[in-house]
């Protein structure tokens, strides 16, 4: 696979790189995306149905059951080549990893600077006083209904650790991915559709802090007119590529 001269120059010079990773980041490791035809989450779920504050208040055990079924997926699969190409990345150059996923696949492929956007499935916390909560293991088969665990300190419901459609995000990683993204030299987005803010907000961020901005994703999307250059490849054959091409190219 021809890495696209443009984009290859851009990596070649930076240093300091910013990356934003969506749900097509994750695909080939097995983990459905939201949006895709057919095969996506929403496709075949009703995001308000289960990732809302009031699907959570009306059913807490239903929704439960739906992250846990996630966890028990994203534990079954493995990091694909383009988390692992990341990785690599991360060894000749600042590679600060922003990611909308809530999956754990960027970290288990070894990357060190990784900041979850929309939380994590793997840091469950109680609804009330917010005190994290060790994530028990999910059950060996998907359940419709699965009541979740009491808060040890106030006994109120342990929560999915991720944010919900309506909710804040996070401060603290947002204040992290803006800065890692005003200060790169070169954001590469993966595989969003770049519908959702604020993160779809973060190209025009780089674009107006003068750092050139390069999109792999195999279809196009909402970022069309906020990218530098689109490159029409998958991550696990965009990335492995990229990298493989500037080890080479190294003096
Ligand atoms: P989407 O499902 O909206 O978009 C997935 C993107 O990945 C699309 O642009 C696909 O073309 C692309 N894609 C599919 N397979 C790919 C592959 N193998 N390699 C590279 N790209 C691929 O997922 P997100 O944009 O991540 O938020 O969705 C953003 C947010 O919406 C999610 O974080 C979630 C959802 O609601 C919350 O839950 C708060």
Redesign the pocket.
Known sequence: MGVPPPILDLARTARRVAVLT????S??SGVP????AQT?L?ENVD?TAL?TPEAWEDDPAKVWAWYQWRVALVRGVHPNA?HRALADWGHTARVQIVT???DDLHERAGSEEVVH??GSLFSPRCTRCGRPVELPDPPRDALARLEPPSCPACGDDVRPG????GEMLPQEPWEIATGSVRDAELLVV???????YP?AGLPALARSHGVPVVE????E?DLGDRVDHSWRT???VGLPALVEALEHGRP
């Not at 991720?162 to 459609?165: H, N, Q």
């Open positions: 969506g749900a097509g980041m695909a080939e995306t939201f949006r895709d996506g929403w995001a990732a383009g909308q996923n809530v956007l929309h991720v944010v919900w459609f993966v595989g969003t559709s770049g519908v959702v993160a792999i994703d195999p279809r999307t998958t991550a696990a």
